[in-house]
């Protein structure tokens, strides 16, 4: 059964699904013709997914520089070395903080 892509136009419920207006959705052909009749739904073209060549992806990948530690990591850290951490510390206060304690 070929299957047909949907954007919502308005709310409205397609079988257990409650839908909200923007949102995309897959019917089959039939069903696809029946809701933009009664315009509740319009076509969306099927476009395929963009892919990067490999070669740009490796490139990007190669020019990273060395990530910085989230704050989540940071907080971790700071709890795995015994620093009471206070909500409102920042990265660079985090890691003030461990560099103290480390040394």
């Known amino acids: 059964m070929r299957m047909q892509r ?15 207006a923007g949102e995309e959705y897959e019917v089959p052909a039939r069903h696809a013709v029946a809701l933009v009749a009664a315009r509740r739904a319009r076509f969306v073209a099927n476009k395929p997914p963009k892919v990067r060549p490999a070669v740009e992806a ?3 990948f190669v020019s990273r520089e060395p990530a910085q530690p989230t704050l989540d990591e940071l907080r971790l850290q700071a709890t795995q070395l015994g620093i009471n951490v206070d ?7 985090l890691q003030q903080e461990i560099e103290a304690r480390r040394g």
């Not at 909500?87 to 206060?93: E, N, S």
Request: hydrophobic share 35%.
């Open 58 to 60: 490796v490139a990007d």
């Open 6 to 20: 949907l954007q919502a136009i308005k709310p409205h419920k397609y079988g257990t699904r409650h839908l909200v």
């Open 87 to 93: 909500g409102r510390w920042g990265v660079h206060r």
